[in-house]
């Protein structure tokens, strides 16, 4: 059981926009703890998509964009490809456990 | 260009040990906070330990306290995590990873690919 959570699987057809919720309690989201996104391909660690809630790191496409209000957080992904496809990791920091904590993950399948 | 580079997993008993090293290279290693996050097979990602610049202040997630201990060699551009008492459940994919900012609650803005740990007898 995760502290964040995410949905278990997404899936769009390429061109469309997928979006990927993040929830989380007054201990993580709630306490105003930023939230960043991580994509994990096939076989390969995880790489940062977005930082505090909203910022991209040179080299991440605009096509990935990140909100959070109050508990909740999303990721939005426009223009679907087909290199898209992978697992989605959500992260934040939680005051009672003293660490990061991550969503269980959501599998994105480009149709 | 910032690289990471996981080693020392294998396979190791129950009640065994191991210690894992993070090379790392293309950034100023003493000014950045560092962390282990694992994964076990087919899983989601788990916070292993956070370490500050110096060494000086570590947090571990409950399930590895008192078992584990990660440490760094500032000068040799080098992250550890030693293993001790090693569980089954310890199984999983390490990974180490660059904290973006020098506090707890920061993100982690490069990792690296990982190494495998699996403990079975």
């Known amino acids: 059981q995760s502290v964040l959570t995410q949905p278990p699987s997404v899936s769009g057809a390429p061109g469309q926009r997928v979006p990927i919720s993040c929830t989380g309690s007054?201990?993580?989201?709630?306490?105003?703890?930023?939230v960043q996104w991580y994509q994990q391909l096939p076989g390969t660690g995880p790489k940062l998509l977005i930082y505090g809630n909203r910022h991209r790191p040179s080299g991440v496409p605009d096509r990935f964009s990140g909100s959070k209000s109050g508990t909740s957080a999303s990721l939005a992904i426009t223009g679907l490809q087909a290199d898209d496809e992978g697992d989605y990791y959500c992260?934040?920091?939680?005051?009672?456990?003293?660490?990061?904590?991550f969503g269980g993950g959501t599998k994105l399948t480009v149709l | 260009e910032v690289q990471l580079v996981e080693s020392g997993g294998g396979l190791v008993q129950p009640g065994g040990s191991l210690r894992l090293s993070c090379e790392v290279s293309?950034?100023?290693?003493?000014?950045?906070?560092m962390s282990w996050v694992r994964q076990a097979p087919g899983k989601g990602l788990e916070w292993v330990a956070t370490?500050?610049?110096?060494?000086?202040?570590?947090n571990y997630v409950d399930s590895v306290r008192g078992r584990f201990t990660m440490s760094r060699d500032n000068a040799n551009y080098l992250l550890y995590l030693q293993m001790d008492s090693l569980r089954v459940d310890d199984t999983a994919e390490y990974y180490c990873a660059r904290v973006d900012s020098s506090t707890w609650s920061g993100g982690g803005d490069h990792w690296g690919q990982g190494t495998l740990v699996t403990v079975s007898s």
């Open positions: 007054s201990s993580n989201l709630g306490a105003n703890y930023d």
């Open positions: 992260q934040s920091f939680d005051s009672r456990l003293g660490g990061w904590v």
């Open positions: 293309g950034f100023y290693f003493r000014t950045y906070w």
């Open positions: 370490i500050n610049s110096d060494g000086s202040e570590i």
